[in-house]
């Protein structure tokens, strides 16, 4: 089973730009069905957005307008870009993958990203 | 947007009993619903998918029903590893949404 990293900045400014990569290891990035999910401290989980079929995207309409994934196949990483940060966006962000379809069998550990000034 | 809703919010139980967990959706996802196990401090980890099938290493002792719009997460016999919160989340149809989950406490 692959092993997902995620790996980014954990403290952003307010109305900056949250990047953060995920790396995969142990297999192909091209095998599986990719997404964003975050859970704000205590609270329960959301889907940000999801890539799959070798470019196809999807976002959770709520972030839309600020969000983006991409795939680097040579480096094996999946990146997400979430825009105009405020402290809403605060929370432990999680890749993840799937292998029947949008079902996550495997998880990064997550990271924190707090936007504070 | 295909709501998904969790009951109880919390379930209080003793190791050894049986734990039902329930997750309703505001309209049909067929069989496209999996269930998630978190644990303080940890990512959440896939248990089931296909409402009924387990992911790879799970025990027998998880097993999950239903199709439509309710599904049931059942744990025949709770062991002290399965204190934990629950999520369940649809991948019918965008976007996808997850449950509000439900903590199995002693």
């Known amino acids: 089973q692959v092993q997902l990293q995620e790996s980014g900045p954990g403290l952003v400014k307010p109305s900056e730009t949250l990047s953060l990569t995920c790396t995969v290891s142990g297999g192909s990035i091209s095998s599986y069905y990719w997404g964003w999910i975050r859970q704000p401290p205590g ?4 889907w940000i957005g999801s890539f799959y079929n070798s470019g196809s995207t999807n976002y959770n309409p709520s972030l839309r307008s600020r969000v983006t994934i991409s795939i680097d196949t040579s480096k094996n990483q999946l990146s997400l870009k979430l825009t105009s940060v405020t402290a809403a966006d605060t929370a432990v962000y999680y890749c993840a993958g799937g292998r029947q379809w949008l079902a996550f069998d495997c998880w ?9 000034s | 947007e295909i709501v998904m809703t969790q009951s109880p919010a919390t379930l209080s139980l003793s190791p ?10 505001s309209q049909s996802v067929s069989s496209n619903l999996a269930w998630y196990q978190q644990k303080p401090g940890q990512a959440p ?25 309710e599904f049931t997460l059942t744990i025949s016999s709770l062991q ?8 369940c989340q649809q991948y019918s149809s965008w976007p996808l949404t997850f449950g509000g989950g439900t903590k199995v406490e002693i």
Do not use: H, N, W
Request: include cysteine; charged fraction near 15%; aromatic fraction near 8%.
């Open chain 2, 45 to 69: 980890g896939l248990l089931i998918y296909g409402a009924s099938t387990r992911a790879t290493g799970i025990p027998a002792r998880f097993s999950g029903s239903g199709s439509g719009t």
């Open chain 2, 16 to 25: 050894g009993e049986r734990a039902t967990l329930s997750c309703r959706a």
């Open chain 2, 80 to 87: 002290s590893e399965d204190f934990a919160v629950y999520y």
């Open chain 1, 108 to 116: 990064g550990q997550g990271t924190l990203v707090t936007v504070s």
């Open chain 1, 43 to 46: 609270k329960g989980v959301e």
